[in-house]
T-cell receptor, first 111, second 114 residues
C-alpha cells in the first residue's frame, strides 16, 4: 500500500530558528497536504499543493510539491512558540477519497 | 460554519463494553469520514460516507465496528465488545464533493479501554 515517510520524526529548536521537514512517498501523488495537530485536537490543514514543482506559502510557512511527485517539503521561518505541535503530510490514498498520512514530525521550541 | 463537532471528547470504558461516538459535520458537507489515530502515528482511514451511503470501509474496520449516517447529516461510530487495542483517538472529518482543499477534521473522541 501507499506509505508516507516523514523526516525528521522530532525536532528541538530555539525560538526564532527556521525549520525544514520533508515527506517522501513510495508512489506518485497528485496532491500533497500539510496538516498541524495540537495536543488533544484534530489536524488542521495548513497548505495544499496540486502541481509538481508548486511552491505555496501561508504566512511564515512555505511548502513545495517535489518535481518527482514523490516528495514534499515544509519550511517554517522564524519559529514562534505557537508553532509547537505535530506536522503531518498527507496525500490521496487508493481510490482518492481517503487520505494517507505520514507518521508526523513533532516540533518542540525552546524559548 | 461551526466546524465538525464530535461527542464525547473523552470516553473511558471497561473492556467488553459497547461504545458509540457521534459526529456532526459541517452542515453543507456531503462527505463524512472516520479515522483512527494511535499514539505517535498519523490518522488511519476507517470509512467514509457520501450523503447516507457508506462507500468504503477499511480492513481496519473489523466486524465489531459499525458506522451509520442515517439521514446524510450526523454519523455514529459504534464499537462492540471493546478491546484494549481499540484505545485511540477517533477523528471525524467532512468535505464537500468537488472541493479540492482536503477536508476539515473535528477535535476527536479519545477512547481509553481499561
Amino acid at each position: 500500500g501507499q506509505q508516507l515517510n516523514q523526516s525528521p520524526q522530532s525536532m528541538f529548536i530555539q525560538e526564532g530558528e527556521d525549520v525544514s521537514m520533508n515527506c517522501t512517498s513510495s508512489s506518485i501523488f497528485n496532491t500533497w497536504l500539510w496538516y498541524k495537530q495540537d495536543p488533544g485536537e484534530g489536524p488542521v490543514l495548513l497548505i495544499a499543493l496540486y502541481k509538481a514543482g508548486e511552491l505555496t506559502s501561508n504566512g511564515r510557512l512555505t511548502a513545495q510539491f517535489g518535481i518527482t511527485r514523490k516528495d514534499s517539503f515544509l519550511n517554517i521561518s522564524a519559529s514562534i512558540p505557537s508553532d509547537v505541535g505535530i506536522y503531518f503530510c498527507a496525500g490521496p490514498g487508493e481510490g482518492a477519497q481517503k487520505l494517507v498520512f505520514g507518521q508526523g514530525t513533532r516540533l518542540t521550541i525552546n524559548p | 460554519d461551526t466546524g465538525v463537532s464530535q461527542d464525547p471528547r473523552h470516553k473511558i470504558t471497561k473492556r467488553g463494553q459497547n461504545v458509540t461516538f457521534r459526529c456532526d459535520p459541517i452542515s453543507e458537507h456531503n462527505r463524512l469520514y472516520w479515522y483512527r489515530q494511535t499514539l505517535g502515528q498519523g490518522p488511519e482511514f476507517l470509512t467514509y460516507f457520501q450523503n447516507e451511503a457508506q462507500l468504503e470501509k477499511s480492513r481496519l474496520l473489523s466486524d465489531r465496528f459499525s458506522a451509520e449516517r442515517p439521514k446524510g447529516s450526523f454519523s455514529t461510530l459504534e464499537i462492540q465488545r471493546t478491546e484494549q487495542g481499540d484505545s485511540a483517538m477517533y477523528l471525524c472529518a467532512s468535505s464537500l464533493v468537488g472541493r479540492r482543499r482536503g477536508y476539515t477534521f473535528g477535535s476527536g473522541t479519545r477512547l481509553t479501554v481499561v
